[in-house]
Nanobody, 125 residues
Framework: VQLQASGGGLVQAGGSLKLSCEASGGTISSGVMGWFRQAPGKERECVAAINWSGDGQYYIDSVKGRFIITRDKTKSTLALQMNDLKPEDTAIYFC???????????????????WGWGTLVTVSS
């Protein structure tokens, strides 16, 4: 399975961006999908994740109320709507997925089966 992320770019603080991720070469079923980010000099962190049914979601505290993760199971696509962006949101964002449904492990990165290429998000002040 290959994950292709898109939608990154340059935006001013307070603006919005929507990231998209599409899986190809297979399906992501009964598993967790989500977004990680890594800023220069910082460790990678899980920004948001969503389970197969969509009723289980995780957000890192710093993005709660600003970011919304959604998933289209039929198309194995994932999206991240990012609102009220802040300079500290600047990072490379990676789409990721796993097939076991282990949400907690997924958010640590330990159970990720597939990583996509990153897309750069830059928020100017």
């Amino acid at each position: 399975v290959q994950l292709q992320a898109s939608g990154g770019g340059l935006v001013q603080a307070g603006g919005s961006l929507k990231l998209s991720c599409e899986a190809s070469g297979g399906t992501i079923s009964s598993g967790v999908m989500g977004w990680f980010r890594q800023a220069p000099g910082k460790e990678r962190e899980c920004v948001a994740a969503i389970n197969w049914s969509g009723d289980g979601q995780y957000y890192i505290d710093s993005v709660k109320g600003r970011f919304i993760i959604t998933r289209d199971k039929t198309k194995s696509t994932l999206a991240l709507q990012m609102n009220d962006l802040k300079p500290e949101d600047t990072a490379i964002y990676f789409c990721a997925a796993e097939r076991r449904g282990w949400m907690v492990a997924f958010t640590t990165g330990r159970s990720v089966d597939f990583w996509g290429w990153g897309t750069l998000v830059t928020v100017s002040s």
